[in-house]
Each structure stands twice: as structure tokens, then as C-alpha cells.
């Protein structure tokens, strides 16, 4: 099988995360980086020597020999790099979020509908093993017929980032949109079915108001509750709290249904299922490979994803995470920044979704 060659355009944190997972990977390679930063660039030349670099991801895609692109840039960059990427037959892997506004995913959108390349939008949770078991349980019935899902996450607050562009909402796209986008896709994955409405209670209580940039405070939300209905008559929730630090658990997903419920709890890699029935508890501990842990910080998500992005590569398949997905996950991001703004219920249909 031909090797497949990766250009990463965007070499923080994440965009190392995807140089050290295809290494790992047989037949994919990372032969060119491109990076405004030098710092970033430097950062990519001691994970990967023998790369070629560049500063401006242009002249990458002119002169550098790849099949691939992954997009690991600030999000407000990713509208612009997609829209040179997108005139392309490059395979992508954008990161989350797709875009910022509903007006550059949906430009996008239309733009990846009439090309050949693959464009496949990073969502890294449906990958990780212990989060793909537990849909795994929920497909397999045994939680029945699903009525609520629970996605927590207590965590420490935001890192900082080349530039610290990620402390100003007009840079994210929001703390929901940013961080939670994710989330709202894993919630419409689970579910399988289309969110209608949401309404969200947040606000910025603790964190970073005691910073500065250019005499500007900080605007990111660091806590919020969010729920969803769905057009199945079931519903979701998330319960963010960004200074939560010393919390036993990270993330807990839990999916009831009218048969019993399934869960799961990050770092520790634990699902549990009981049925309905009082001693029907059983707890089993999800295993990744060592060498797949140490690639990055997501429990082996970036990994499997990449499994699956080539595999949808060499197949000729469509992305099991499509733009429309992207969009779909922004728009929800979008609509409970909104809530909290307003004090009210939001429909996705005044969104145009």
C-alpha cells in the first residue's frame, strides 16, 4: 500500500499530537509542516527532523509532495486556510471547531460538496476507545430505548496558547463553541436523532479576570449547564466546569434508556452498565496500547481517528465526520452562547438548522 504523505498546517499542541500519531501508523508519514510561528516551527523540526518546512502554508501546498492536510490552526484561521484548501483534491482533516460562524461553515460546506478530496472535521471523542465502547453498548440495545444522556467534564482552565488567542471569544467562537463543540456532536452521534432546542446557564466566575492583554480582559465563559431536546423526544445535557481541577474524574458521559444505562469516566478508562435491577452493576476497565497513549493527551482518539481517516482515504468512503457534522456541532456551540447571552430558550430553526 502506498504511503500516505501529511502536510500539518498549524504546529502547537495539537498539531504535534497529529505529527506523533501518524508516526506511529504504518504507511503515513509527515513530510511537511507549515507554522507562522518560529517557536512552532522549531517545535515540529525536534518531533520530526526530516520534515519540510514552511511558514506560510501556501507555499506548502505548492511546492511540498503530500496527499493530505491536516488544518491544527487558531480557530479563527480555519475559514481562510480551508478556503485555499478546499480549491484542492487534498485530503483534510480539519480540527474542531470547523469555523467560528455559521456563515464560514456553511461556505465551507458548499465548497467541500462539489470536490473530490475527502474533508473530514476532527472530533476526536467519538474515537477514543472507552467512548467508542460505550456507543458500541448503546447501539447493541442495552440501555434500550434512550431517554437522557449526561455529558460532564471538570477540568483544569483553558492552557495557554501561541499568541494567547484563546482567551478572546472573537478568536473561539466561544467557550461552548470552542471547547464544547465536541461534545454537542458526541450527543447528536449517541442519539442519532436531530437537536431542536437548547438552553444554557453560564458565565466567567473565575478565570483569567485577572489577566490583560493589551489592556483587554478575557471574555471566555469558564462554567455553563446546557441542555438540548431532541426530534426523538429524548434530551441531553452538559455540566462545564473549567476550574476543577482537583475533581476524581475529568469526564463522565452516562446514557439512560428505558432498559438501564451505560457509562463511562475519563482519565481512569472505566464503563459501567446495570440494568434496571438493583446488583446489576458491572465495571470493566478499557485498555489502550502504551505507545498510543504517550502519542497525545486524548486516550487515543487522535490515533484511531487517523485509523479511520485513512481507511475512509483508500476506501473512496465518505467521512464518518462530515462537514455537515462541523456545522451542525458550531451552530449548537453557537446557539447556547446565545441562550446564556439572552436568557432564553433557542431554536436551532431561527439558525437556519
Known amino acids: 500500500m502506498a504511503t500516505t504523505r501529511y502536510g500539518i498546517i498549524g504546529t502547537g499542541m495539537m498539531g504535534i499530537e497529529h505529527m506523533l500519531n501518524v508516526r506511529i501508523i504504518p504507511d503515513a508519514e509527515v513530510t511537511a509542516i507549515a507554522d507562522t510561528n518560529e517557536t512552532s516551527r522549531g517545535w515540529a523540526r525536534d518531533t520530526s527532523p526530516e520534515i519540510e518546512v514552511f511558514s506560510d502554508y501556501r507555499e506548502m501546498l505548492e511546492n511540498a509532495e503530500i496527499d493530505a492536510v491536516v488544518v491544527a490552526t487558531p480557530n479563527f484561521t480555519h475559514a481562510e486556510v480551508l478556503d485555499h484548501l478546499l480549491e484542492t483534491d487534498l485530503h483534510i482533516l480539519v480540527e474542531k471547531p470547523l469555523c467560528t460562524t455559521l ?13 473530490n478530496g ?39 482552565p ?30 447528536n452521534h449517541i ?15 473565575v478565570n483569567h479576570l485577572d489577566e490583560s492583554y493589551d489592556g483587554k480582559v478575557p471574555d471566555i465563559l469558564d462554567n455553563a449547564f446546557v441542555i438540548v431536546d431532541y426530534e426523538n423526544g429524548s434530551r441531553a ?32 478508562s472505566s464503563l459501567i452498565t446495570a440494568k434496571r ?27 484511531f481517528q487517523h485509523l479511520a481517516f485513512l481507511d475512509a482515504i483508500r476506501r473512496g468512503s465518505a467521512p464518518s465526520v462530515s462537514v455537515a457534522d462541523g456545522l451542525l456541532a458550531v ?15 433557542v431554536e436551532l430553526a431561527e439558525l437556519g438548522i
Not at 473530514?120 to 437522557?148: C, K, T
Not at 481541577?245 to 475519563?266: F, H, P, Y
Not at 456551540?333 to 439572552?342: D, L, P, V
Open 191 to 205: 442519539l442519532d436523532s436531530r437537536p431542536t432546542a437548547l438552553f444554557a446557564s453560564g458565565a466567567q466566575d
Open 331 to 345: 451552530a449548537m456551540g453557537i446557539a447556547a452562547q446565545t441562550s446564556i447571552e439572552e436568557s432564553r430558550r
Open 103 to 115: 456563515e464560514d461553515c456553511r461556505r465551507v460546506e458548499q465548497a467541500a460538496s462539489v470536490r
Open 118 to 156: 475527502l474533508t473530514w472535521v476532527g472530533m476526536e471523542y467519538r474515537y477514543m476507545p472507552l467512548v467508542a465502547r460505550l456507543i458500541d453498548e448503546v447501539r447493541n440495545g442495552v440501555v434500550g430505548n434512550i431517554r437522557m444522556l449526561a455529558i460532564r467534564e471538570h477540568r483544569f
Open 158 to 187: 483553558f492552557l495557554k496558547k501561541v499568541g494567547d488567542w484563546n482567551r478572546f471569544s472573537s478568536n473561539t467562537g466561544g467557550t461552548l463553541v470552542e471547547k464544547c463543540c465536541h461534545f454537542f456532536d458526541l450527543m
Open 277 to 303: 435491577n438493583i446488583g446489576s452493576v458491572e465495571k470493566v476497565t478499557i485498555k489502550v496500547d502504551e505507545k498510543v497513549q504517550k502519542a497525545g493527551f486524548h486516550h487515543g482518539a487522535t490515533y
Open 237 to 268: 445535557m452538559l455540566d462545564l466546569c473549567m476550574f476543577a481541577e482537583g475533581s476524581r474524574t475529568q469526564q463522565e458521559i452516562a446514557v439512560t434508556g428505558d432498559l438501564g444505562k451505560v457509562e463511562c469516566l475519563l482519565p481512569e
